[in-house]
């Protein structure tokens, strides 16, 4: 008897396969904006299917390396990483997933939309990256504080147009160095201390715990200015060059050479995320330059990045998930069980329903984040920036738990493949289990929507928003309107109370279930204002989305028969 193979899966185009984020795009952009984006958009896609997942499998089997010392003996902390990272590194470059919404033309063709183009572009190159996506995630938030008009301006000019090149020759990413082991997301108890030197630049010394891409040319790190005093909200943003460049700020420096008073202890050993360096730094006296004037209180500066890598997250989780989906829905099909293939039973085909569900409103969800960071950015959207303060944390919280419990049910559909490493599958779970983490916890975060609720007033254009879909809703679905406009009555009663008492136990306690609730009940509207536009699959999917996180309904049996048009 010969031996059975199983037919590796090839999952479907991205781009051409994914028919919710054509039509978001077609909404968001007008046929003329998609139009302009179809050729960028099916051109990445063509490299995530081929050159890029090679990339990507070499990246996960070639993990960073740390070399401390050169031959002679001196110190250099080099972080080597494998070609297939370096491929990942000059196609984020070349397919503009940072730079885009920051170029002229890019801005002259899609206005605000330009970040619903790079969501997609997200969308698309996120999951099969070797999570390169968090470099761009930091890279793309610095370049956003940079362009802040709080910095000086020969610094942007030094290392804006770096972060946000399209030539892989020139392109570089950054590092984030703000937690400290002694405080975590705790950054008020941050000890790294930053002093003056004599020629207007900073030094910095203290000790980084968690520090991402280790080997980008550039951090922002967190650093309290000497004397500035105790708390978070003193603590100022500085840019630490980690390799030496032709530039005023590293003079005297070989271009090339480690950046002096930059340690790298060790790199991190994680349960995923491996092809990403991430290590703990130590910093004594080490160059550095504050964005911004570090004798004013500058968390809030630093925020600017933090909204950005936190929709950069949500993008991730819902990239994730839907190619998780597209694994599992080809594994379905080659795959025979009883007598006929995966795909033809109503059990798997009802889990497959149901993952699409949380797939598409997680979509939704990261893409009305990218949707209204354009509006603030393009624009200066006064309305958009109330309801990004919240959405931004909704968002990460909610997509990043969304997508560990898919990705739990993707490695499963696999079966005992699903459990084997070099199938890649195992990945899905591990690399999903940092998108609740970083950032912030969901804890964290949601006791971050509890601030916003109760000092910024940022319930109004959630509630808003949720009245307004129930009225759209209505002539689709009276079962729907009636099912969210039960859901905001009771999130507009809560809300209410919370901000009577905010640190009262019993609210803070419930932070969490609470921030859950906006999500899934924001995340129905969004949903609810696509099937109101004219599109068939996410009326669907909003209305077993409805029934599954605002009333807790089994939807299996809806799920199997419209297994099709939820994929």
């Not at 909404?27 to 179809?38: D, E, I, M, Q, V």
């Not at 003079?251 to 008073?261: I, L």
């Not at 949601?446 to 007033?457: K, M, N, P, Q």
Request: with cysteine.
């Amino acid at each position: 008897m010969s031996r059975f193979v199983q037919p590796v899966p090839l999952p479907v185009d991205p781009y051409a396969g994914d028919a919710l984020l054509r039509s978001w795009l077609e909404r968001h952009l007008g046929p003329s904006g998609h139009a302009a984006a179809k050729g960028r958009l099916a051109d990445l896609a063509a490299d995530v299917s081929g050159p890029l997942r090679a990339a990507h499998a070499d990246a996960e089997a070639h993990p960073p390396t740390l070399v401390r010392y050169d031959p002679w003996g001196a110190r250099i902390d080099r972080v080597d990483t494998s070609a297939g990272w370096h491929t990942q590194r000059a196609a984020a470059a070349r397919h503009a997933v940072v730079a885009l919404p920051y170029l002229a033309d890019a801005r002259g063709t899609w206005g605000a939309a330009a970040r619903v183009v790079q969501h997609a572009l997200l969308h698309l190159y996120g999951p099969e990256s070797a999570t390169f996506s968090c470099p761009v995630a930091m890279a793309d938030g610095a370049a956003a504080l940079l362009s802040t008009p709080d910095v000086d301006a020969g610094i942007r000019d030094a290392w804006l147009p770096r972060l946000i090149s399209t030539d892989p020759a020139t392109a570089i990413t950054s590092g984030q160095w703000m937690t400290e082991s002694q405080g975590g997301s705790d950054l008020g108890r941050s000890r790294t201390i930053g002093r003056p030197a004599a020629d207007g630049s900073w030094r910095l010394t203290g000790e980084k715990w968690f520090c991402s891409a280790a080997d980008s040319a550039m951090a922002v790190a967190l650093a309290r200015p000497e004397g500035a005093g105790r708390g978070s909200r003193v603590l100022a943003p500085f840019l630490v060059p980690r390799y030496a460049v032709d530039s005023p700020l590293t003079d005297g420096v070989a271009p090339g050479a480690p950046a002096p008073g930059v340690t790298v202890h060790r790199l991190k050993d994680k349960l995923g995320t491996r092809a990403l360096p991430t290590a703990e730094i130590g910093l004594h006296d080490a160059y550095a330059v504050p964005l911004g004037d570090p004798t004013v209180p500058g968390l809030v500066r630093a925020m600017t990045l933090v909204v950005v890598t936190r929709v950069h997250n949500a993008a991730a989780a819902a990239g994730g998930m839907r190619r998780g989906l597209d694994y599992a829905r080809a594994y379905a099909d080659v795959r025979h069980v009883a007598g006929g293939p995966l795909a033809s039973s109503p059990l798997h085909r009802a889990t497959l329903g149901t993952l699409a569900v949380d797939a598409a409103g997680a979509f939704a969800l990261a893409g009305h984040a990218f949707a209204l960071l354009g509006r603030v950015e393009v624009g200066a959207d006064p309305v958009a920036a109330a309801e990004l303060r919240i959405v931004a944390p909704l968002a990460k919280l909610a997509t990043g738990r969304l997508a560990v419990s898919s990705a739990s049910e993707y490695v499963e559909s696999f079966g005992g493949a699903g459990y084997v490493e070099d199938t890649g599958v195992p990945r899905l779970l591990r690399d999903a289990q940092v998108l609740p983490i970083w950032e912030g916890t969901t804890n964290v975060l949601a006791l971050d929507v509890l601030r916003a609720l109760t000092r910024e007033d940022a319930g109004t254009p959630v509630l808003g928003r949720l009245a307004a879909a129930v009225d759209l809703a209505r002539p689709l679905s009276p079962v729907l309107a009636d099912t969210l406009a039960a859901a905001a009555a009771q999130l507009g009663d809560t809300v209410a109370s919370v901000t009577a008492d905010p640190g009262a136990a019993v609210v803070q306690a419930g932070a969490r279930g609470l921030a859950l609730r906006l999500a899934y009940a924001l995340t129905t509207a969004l949903l609810v204002e696509h099937a109101a536009w004219g599109d068939e699959q996410a009326e669907l999917v909003a209305r077993l989305w409805a029934r599954r996180w605002l009333r807790h309904e089994e939807i299996a049996e809806d799920a199997h028969h419209h297994l099709e048009l939820l994929c």
